[in-house]
């Protein structure tokens, strides 16, 4: 089984991590929305630390933002 439910302080925390990540107000929230959009999705695996992998996911969508916009360069 898994949970796919992120509460308010779980969102609150991404968005403070995708404001470090990026440092964009606009782009910080785009990698929230997507990052949500994939814990609803994909689902936190049960007894996995729900932060930690909303970082992962965080993190990686940034670093694909980021090879996006240096090929479109």
């Known amino acids: 089984m898994k949970d796919s439910s992120l509460d308010s302080t779980d969102l609150t925390w991404l968005a403070g991590l995708a404001r470090a990540l990026l440092g ?7 990698l929230v929305q997507e990052t949500a ?6 689902a936190v695996p049960l007894g996995a630390p729900r932060r930690a ?3 992962s996911v965080a ?4 670093a ?10």
């Open 24 to 30: 964009e107000a606009h782009a910080a929230d785009d």
């Open 37 to 42: 959009v994939a814990a609803l999705e994909g």
């Open 53 to 55: 992998w909303l970082g």
């Open 59 to 62: 993190r990686r969508l940034a």
């Open 64 to 73: 694909r933002r980021f090879r996006g916009e240096a090929r479109r360069k």
